[in-house]
C-alpha cells in the first residue's frame, strides 16, 4: 500500500500551492485555509475554520477578483492529469452530474438558475473524476459549474439543438476538458444512463476516445431486422446474445433507503453491432450509424427482494471474450465512486452550506471544497484496499495516531490497528456502530470521527510542547 500523506501542510500545498491568485498573499491564504478544512471537514465554513482570523480570512480572499473557480481549482487539476499520465494500464473517468441546491441562500440565489422541478436554485455541477479499475482515486479531472438557461417560450427545436449551452453537450464538455490521452495510455469515459445520446457516442467516435456509456434508450440497430422482419432492437439483440459466462461484479448502493453495495453473479454476453440513427436527433448528428459493441450482464439468483442487476452497456473497446466483456462490466461498476464522491462533497464537505451573497465569491469555496472532497476520498480508498486488514496503521500514519484511536474507539491503547481497524476506529469515534450487519460507514460518521481524532491530535501535542517546556 502506498504511504497516507498526513502531513496537511504539504499535502495542501501539493493540491492548492500552484494557484495563480495574483499575489503571493493570496496563495498562502488558499493552502492555509485548505489545511485547516482537511483537519475539520465537516460542518460549515465557522465550523471548518473556528478561528476568527482564519474565516475572514477566506473571506477576504474569496472578494479578489483574480480568485475564481477555476483559479483556485487548476492547480489539483493538473496534479491529477499528471497522475493520469504516469499510471500505467487503463486509467477510468467517470463523469456525473450533480446538483448544488442553495434556494435558501437569500441574495446568492437570485444569482443563480433553476434546479431540480423548477422551484429550487443553483448550479448542475457536472465532475469527473479519475480512477483505477482497482477504485483508486487519482483525483478530479474535470468540474464544471452550469447554470440552466432560460428557454424562450417560442425557440424551435433546430435553435434547441444548436444552443451552446444546453445540458446535454455536459458530457462532452468534461471530455473537452480532460483531454486525449497520450500515446501508449488508455483512458477510457465510464457514464450512465443520462449519457446515452447519438450525439455524445458520435462525440467519442470522431474525437477517438474509448467509452462505456450504460444504454438508456431501446434503439434500433442498423441492417438487421428480427423474426418479423421489423427493425431489430438493441435489447433485444443483447439479450439474445449467447452467454459466454458468468462473472462477479461490485453493484453500488442506490438511492433507495436501505439499499446496500452488494456483490451480484452475473451472466456475460457481448457482441459487435451497428446503431440506427434516430430519425429525429437531438443535437447536432451527421453520422446514419456507428458501430460499436454491446456487453450485457444480467443477474442470476439475485437476493429475495431485490430487482436483478442488468446493464447494456456500450463501448467501443473490443469484448470479443469472457475475459474482454467481464472487464468492460467490471470498469463500469466503478461508476459509482463518483456518486460517492458527490455525497462527499455534500454530507463530508457540507458543500450547500457556505453563505455569500455574491455566486462569484461562492463559486472559488466550491472549487476549494471539492477538491478537499476529493483528497479525503484518496484517503477513503486505503481503508478498502484488499491489504488494509494486513497492513499495520502505523505503516501509513503516525504512532499518536493508532494509539489515540486503539484508546479511544477500541478501549485498548497497546491494540496494534490494522489500517482497515484504524479507519473503522475512527468512524465509531463519529458514531459509526460496526455492527456485523453494518455497511462500511458513511460520510458523515467517518468525517466526525476524524475531526474528532485531530482535535485529540491537536491536544495531546499541546501537552506534550507543554511538559517539554517544563523539563
Known amino acids: 500500500m502506498e504511504a497516507l500523506e498526513y502531513d ?7 493540491h492548492f500551492g500552484g494557484a495563480e491568485l495574483g499575489d ?41 477578483p483574480e480568485v475564481t473557480h477555476a483559479a483556485v481549482i487548476a492547480p489539483h487539476l493538473r496534479h491529477t492529469l499528471e497522475r493520469m499520465r504516469q499510471t500505467e494500464g487503463v486509467v477510468l473517468l467517470p463523469h456525473d452530474t450533480t446538483e448544488l441546491d442553495y434556494t435558501g441562500h437569500g441574495q446568492v440565489a437570485a444569482q443563480l438558475s433553476q434546479i431540480g422541478n423548477g422551484g429550487g436554485r443553483g448550479y448542475l455541477c457536472h ?33 434547441k439543438r444548436e444552443d451552446p449551452g444546453r445540458e446535454s453537450l455536459l458530457w462532452q464538455r468534461g471530455c473537452e476538458a480532460v483531454g486525449a490521452a497520450p500515446e501508449g495510455r488508455m483512458w477510457v469515459d465510464v457514464c450512465d444512463r443520462g449519457s446515452d445520446s447519438f450525439e455524445f457516442l458520435q462525440y467519442e467516435k470522431s474525437h477517438g ?31 439474445g446474445l449467447p452467454s459466454l459466462g458468468r462473472q462477479e461484479v461490485e453493484v453500488g448502493a442506490s438511492a433507495k433507503k436501505g439499499s446496500k453495495a452488494r456483490k451480484a453473479t452475473v451472466r456475460i454476453a457481448a457482441g459487435p453491432l451497428s446503431l440506427a440513427a434516430p430519425k429525429q436527433p437531438r443535437g447536432n448528428v451527421t453520422e446514419k450509424s456507428l458501430d460499436v459493441w454491446v456487453v450485457y450482464a444480467a443477474e442470476v439468483d439475485p437476493p429475495a427482494g431485490v430487482a436483478p442487476l442488468e446493464w447494456v452497456l456500450l463501448t467501443n473497446v473490443p469484448a470479443e471474450s469472457l475475459r ?29 452550506l457556505p453563505q455569500f451573497e455574491s455566486a462569484d465569491r461562492l463559486e472559488p469555496v466550491i472549487a476549494l471544497l471539492s477538491v478537499s472532497a476529493a483528497v479525503l476520498l484518496q484517503l477513503r480508498h486505503l481503508a478498502r484496499d484488499p491489504q488494509a486488514p494486513h497492513t499495520p496503521a502505523t505503516e501509513l500514519v503516525p504512532t499518536l495516531w493508532a494509539v489515540l484511536v486503539a484508546s479511544q474507539a477500541y478501549g485498548e491503547p497497546d491494540k496494534q490497528l490494522s489500517v482497515r481497524e484504524f479507519f473503522i476506529g475512527v468512524a465509531k469515534m463519529g458514531g459509526h456502530l460496526a455492527r456485523k450487519h453494518d455497511g462500511p460507514p458513511g460520510w458523515i460518521t467517518l468525517w466526525r470521527g476524524w475531526r474528532e481524532l485531530h482535535v485529540m491530535v491537536q491536544g495531546t501535542a499541546a501537552v506534550l510542547a507543554a511538559k517539554t517546556k517544563c523539563v
Open 8 to 14: 496537511w501542510a504539504q499535502l495542501s500545498r501539493v
Open 24 to 64: 503571493k498573499r493570496g496563495s498562502e491564504r488558499l493552502v492555509k485555509t485548505a489545511e485547516l478544512i482537511l483537519k475539520r471537514p465537516g460542518g460549515s465554513l465557522p465550523e471548518k475554520l473556528p478561528g476568527w482570523a482564519d474565516l475572514m480570512g477566506l473571506y477576504r480572499l474569496t472578494r479578489a
Open 127 to 159: 465532475n469527473t473524476l479519475a480512477v483505477t479499475p482497482e477504485k483508486k482515486v487519482l483525483g478530479l479531472a474535470s468540474q464544471i459549474l452550469h447554470q440552466r438557461r432560460r428557454v424562450p417560450r417560442k425557440e424551435t427545436a433546430k435553435q
Open 209 to 239: 476516445r474509448r467509452y462505456v456509456i450504460r444504454a438508456a434508450k431501446n434503439r434500433k440497430l442498423h441492417g438487421r431486422s428480427g423474426p418479423d422482419g421489423r427493425p431489430l432492437t438493441l435489447y433485444a439483440f443483447a439479450r
Open 324 to 352: 474482454q466483456a467481464a472487464e468492460r462490466a467490471q470498469w463500469y461498476s466503478c461508476r459509482p465512486v463518483v456518486e460517492d464522491y458527490h455525497r462527499a462533497m455534500k454530507s463530508g464537505m457540507g458543500i450547500e
